[in-house]
């Protein structure tokens, strides 16, 4: 024989959540629910009006414009700081000497290594980020001119 209140017994019944059975009543557990993606090729809905989803020629013509400007000033912007990062080696295989100069115990050569190219990424990230903000103050113009 099965005791009532353990739950699991074939005749209970779930009432507002909480298993029948006895005083030792169990909460049943939600449903649970399956969240997927949209399927492939499905439309998205838009909101209506939304001046950011203007689908006219003129506008997909600034974004394309502004999405082309933004991959060339990232592409300047890493290829400048590869190219400064390979003329600080170059330098640092140049001058042999900076290996004789010491700095509380460690070569300069290997603190221009370590630190040298931090004021780079600072740097090219603030052109980036100066640069960035000005595509998109552009893009911004044209689309409220418009």
Do not use: K
Not at 47 to 62: E, N, W
Not at 68 to 73: E, K, N, P, T
Request: charged share 10%; glycine share 12%; net charge positive.
């Amino acid at each position: 024989m099965s005791d009532p209140g353990a739950g699991g017994g074939a005749g209970e019944v779930a009432v507002g959540g909480v298993a029948a059975g006895g005083p030792a009543a169990r909460p049943v557990p939600p449903a649970r629910v399956s969240v997927t993606a949209p399927r492939q090729g499905a439309p998205l809905a838009a909101g209506a009006g939304h001046p950011a989803l203007d689908r006219s020629d003129t506008a997909t013509v600034y974004v394309r414009s502004l999405i082309r400007s933004q991959l060339r000033l990232a592409l300047v912007c890493a290829a400048g700081f590869v190219v400064s990062l390979g003329m600080l080696w170059l330098v640092l295989a140049a001058a042999p000497g900076l290996d004789a100069v010491v700095v509380a115990g460690v070569p300069v050569s290997w603190l221009l290594l370590a630190f040298g190219s931090y004021p780079a990424i600072i740097a090219f990230a603030l052109i980036f980020i100066v640069a960035s903000a000005r595509n998109e103050a552009g893009y911004r113009s044209l689309t409220e001119a418009s």
